[in-house]
């Protein structure tokens, strides 16, 4: 029989990577298109975005945790 705590934990946790992938593919979409709309010659509003959606994602995932 399947332990239904140890699955939900891992659906959980799968979710969460899903929802970073996803986070940080619009991120880099979105700053390549404002690098090229605003002609950088480097890609800085893509390291931008970058950076606020991982502290933005990882301090969304603290109170996430710390609410368990």
Not at 4 to 32: D, E, H, P, R, W
């Amino acid at each position: 029989m399947i332990n239904k705590s140890k699955t939900n934990q891992y659906l959980k946790y799968s979710g969460l990577a899903f929802q970073m992938f996803v986070l940080l593919l619009i991120a880099v979409y979105a700053g390549q298109w404002l690098d090229n709309k605003f002609d950088f010659q480097r890609p800085y509003l893509t390291a931008l975005l970058l950076i606020f959606a991982l502290l933005s994602y990882f301090i969304k995932l603290y109170y996430d945790l710390i609410k368990k």
